[in-house]
Nanobody, 115 residues
Framework: QVQLLESGGGLVQTGGSLRLSCEASRSIFNFNAMGWYRQAPGKQRELVASITRTGRTNYADSVKGRFTISRDNAKNTVYLQMNSLKPEDTAVYYC?????????WGQGTQVTVSS
């Protein structure tokens, strides 16, 4: 079992920045990948960014060039740096841990971008 605790969400104006953090209750070193997903009202949950245990990253087209995912294995933490935020980035952001045979999810953190 692993618990994921997200933090860093909030209200920001268009063009602003936020950094989300996801701290795991145990080592993330051996997980297949860590990721950030988001879900806006009335929409399906979608992948925002992911990072494998080898450091390979993947981004949704809508956030490429604006968001950066990173991981600090020593701190069991994954980050999502979000720059040039847009109103369409408004959503609940969820941290995900792909443990090969099971997916773990955090409780989510709200990001609201005002126009």
């Amino acid at each position: 079992q692993v618990q994921l605790l997200e933090s860093g969400g909030g209200l920001v104006q268009t063009g602003g920045s936020l950094r989300l953090s996801c701290e795991a209750s145990r080592s993330i070193f051996n997980f297949n990948a860590m990721g950030w997903y988001r879900q806006a009202p009335g929409k399906q949950r979608e992948l925002v960014a992911s990072i494998t245990r080898t450091g390979r990253t993947n981004y949704a087209d809508s956030v490429k060039g604006r968001f950066t995912i990173s991981r600090d294995n020593a701190k069991n933490t994954v980050y999502l740096q979000m720059n040039s935020l847009k109103p369409e980035d408004t959503a609940v952001y969820y941290c995900n841990a792909d443990a090969f045979t099971y997916d773990y999810w955090g409780q989510g953190t709200q990001v609201t971008v005002s126009s």
